[in-house]
């Protein structure tokens, strides 16, 4: 079975400095696709970034990034330029082949003005 | 273009109680996922459908919760007899049936058992 590990509880960077979220993930397949979602205090679930495994670029969304090592299964996500709007519960995801969405535990982002 | 609706918002019940959460997914996606949310378990995938058929429901915690998708735009998850411990904010999420595409979550449903 598929796993999700953020092994990150809580995290705390000074506005517009650049912070970077750990995930790795175990599986035994070779086509999948991964997510960072935040959430904020309201708890909605917001996407932030999806990555396709068989792409080695790595997917950018403006101030976020992934670095996505498919061998070593990790996929990190960096955001350039925090905000005080960043702060939020972020999450990583795997979706696998047959459909199923595995959620990492969150990383709680704090920015520091 | 309506996202994944959820209702009710809020709710507060007694132990015991039948509980009922309602889902409307996004028009024309054909998967849907019912995820609960706690602080010491996390994001927890309860089961999820595609084409209205059950595919996976080894998440479900017990017999005391079930989850019907009779059509294409409605889905229950049922609780009962309701318990404190079922305290949690249940979502809702949907999307397209292939493994790249992104799921889309409703707000959520906060529920209480006193």
């Known amino acids: 079975a598929q796993t999700v590990t953020q092994s990150q509880p809580e995290m705390s960077v000074q506005e517009a400095e650049t912070v970077t979220l750990s995930c790795t993930y175990d599986?035994?397949?070779?086509?999948?696709?991964l997510f960072w979602y935040k959430q904020p205090p309201s708890r909605q679930m917001i996407l932030v970034i999806r990555q396709e495994a068989y792409k080695q670029q790595n997917a950018t969304e403006n101030r976020f990034s992934v670095n996505f090592q498919k061998a070593a299964k990790s996929f990190s996500l960096k955001i350039s330029d925090s905000q005080l709007g960043d702060a939020a519960m972020y999450f990583c995801a795997y979706r696998s082949r047959d459909d199923k969405i595995i959620f990492g535990k969150g990383t709680r982002l704090h920015i520091l003005p | 273009d309506a996202g994944v609706i959820q209702s009710p918002r809020h709710e507060v019940t007694e132990m015991g109680q039948e509980v009922t959460l309602r889902c409307k997914p996004i028009?024309?996606?054909?998967?849907l996922f019912w995820y609960r949310q706690t602080m010491m378990r996390g994001l927890e995938l309860l089961i999820y459908?595609?084409?209205?058929?059950?595919?996976?429901d080894s998440g479900m915690p017990e017999d005391r919760f079930s989850a019907k998708m009779p059509n294409a735009s409605f889905s229950t998850l049922k609780i009962q007899p309701s318990e404190p411990r079922d305290s949690a904010v249940y979502f809702c999420?949907?999307?397209?049936?292939?493994?790249?595409?992104?799921?889309?979550f409703g707000e959520g449903s906060w529920l209480t058992v006193v």
């Open positions: 459908f595609n084409n209205n058929v059950p595919i996976d």
């Open positions: 999420a949907s999307s397209l049936h292939l493994s790249g595409n992104t799921i889309y």
């Open positions: 599986t035994s397949e070779s086509d999948y696709y």
């Open positions: 028009s024309g996606h054909n998967s």
